[in-house]
């Protein structure tokens, strides 16, 4: 089920363009052309987010701050201001709202904002369903009670208490991210800010500016100044994700910051003070690239304090009904289905599969077997369309889902996620060779794999 977001602004041609912007991204958009209106909205319909504008007809986007927290509890709001109204924008971040935007703003950080704000919504509904089933500790986010993963979650409750650095290693899907989450959660810093950065994510020409920051005029388009990730993190955490894909020549820098609690901004002269914890993840063998000279031991070393590594799903199959129940209990929330479990028969191929995409494989592959499933329980013949809801199309190879039974949208969003796939597969997950082969830029395709959740590194040769 699309997340909802209401969009508050009475100029007909920009709340089009960013319902379009945001109908792009798989959102279901509603509008409303005044804070009242907005507020009857909010109140009528369960939103996920509301962009707001802050000069309206009527009541303001401000006063309309307070309304909404008691109209839509638990809801973020993301308002827009005009041009030269910053203050406005802290103002309102004062009086709850989750960030700001000057107008007019980059659509591009628009949809990493949002998409930030629904990821903490989403950790928050799902949490709340965890305290409902009689899990009050964020321990309880992890599931599964195999060996391995006690062993984890002992871990975990000893390091979190710690305000040392902490390196999570695992394969990609073991769940390094909701580790840190948890990790956050249960240390004394839980009340201050969680930020991340993906070092993989982000191009080597920016990666700098978005862990310093930079000053107004350090390079070209540099029109204002802006506080780096580290800045963000005040007084919290900051989880550098895929830390083995820095750069070499950044790596001396980012391990004077780790090291000093300090640096400056990209052109600035002033050393930027940091009370920051660092939590750091990747799925590369960190000492093989060392002895490749592609890590520096140095920062290796200071970030190896305390390490947790994460087990496969292969070597905790014993998990695997409790990661049903709980996967399956959030299809069900998101697809409005009522799908009861699985099958004896069903639960049986599971386990005789290896699932070298790990915990995130599995959710994807109960979430695929539910928006085929016709009865109360999913079987094996969900299971297969779910490993293999494509087939080849004509003599040039490319797989495409069947679409049978699926209403047209959900089918041609399964089209979509088919043929990225097929070309990742084939590239052997290069994502540029990818890219040219789909006939879209290498930007596109990035955003069609954040829409679908698809991981790059599982198609790699």
Known sequence: MAEKILVVDDDRAFQGMLVEALADKGYAVETAASAEEGLKKAGASGFDLILHDIQLPGMSGLEALGHLADAAPGVDVIVMTGFGSKETGVTAMQQGAYDYFEKPFSLREMEVVVRRALEKRRLQVELAELKRRGGGSPLHNIIGHSAPMMAVKERIGRVAELNADVLIMGETGTGKELVADTIHAMSARAKAPFVKINCAAIPETLIESELFGHEKGAFTGATSMKQGKFELAKGGSLMLDEIGDMPLHLQPRLLRAVEQKQA????????????????????????????????????????????????????????????????????????????????????????????????????????????????????????????????????????????????????????????????????????????????????????????HRIDPILFKK
Do not use: H
Not at 316 to 341: V, Y
């Open 264 to 451: 400056e901004r990209v052109g600035g002269a002033k050393p930027i003070q940091y009370d920051v914890r660092i939590i750091a993840a990747t799925n590369q063998e960190l000492e093989q690239r060392v002895r490749d000279g592609e890590f520096r031991s140095d920062l290796y070393y200071r970030l190896n304090v305390a390490t947790l590594i994460l087990p496969p799903l292969r070597e905790r199959k014993s998990d695997l009904p409790q990661l049903a129940e709980f996967f399956l209990d959030r299809a069900n929330r998101r697809l409005g289905t009522d799908i009861a479990g699985v099958s004896p028969e069903a639960m049986e191929i599971f386990f005789n599969y290896d699932w070298p995409g790990n915990v995130r494989q599995f959710a994807n592959a109960i979430e695929r077997a539910a928006i085929f499933c016709t009865s109360t329980r999913i079987t094996p013949a969900e299971v297969d369309q779910a490993f293999s809801n494509a087939r080849p199309c004509g003599d040039s190879g490319v797989c495409v889902p069947t679409g049978e039974g699926l209403p047209l949208k959900q089918a041609l969003i399964e089209y979509e996620r088919a043929l990225i796939e097929n070309a990742l597969r084939v590239c052997g997950g290069v994502q540029t060779e990818a890219a040219t082969a789909l006939g879209v830029s290498a930007k596109n395709l990035w955003n069609k794999l954040q829409k």
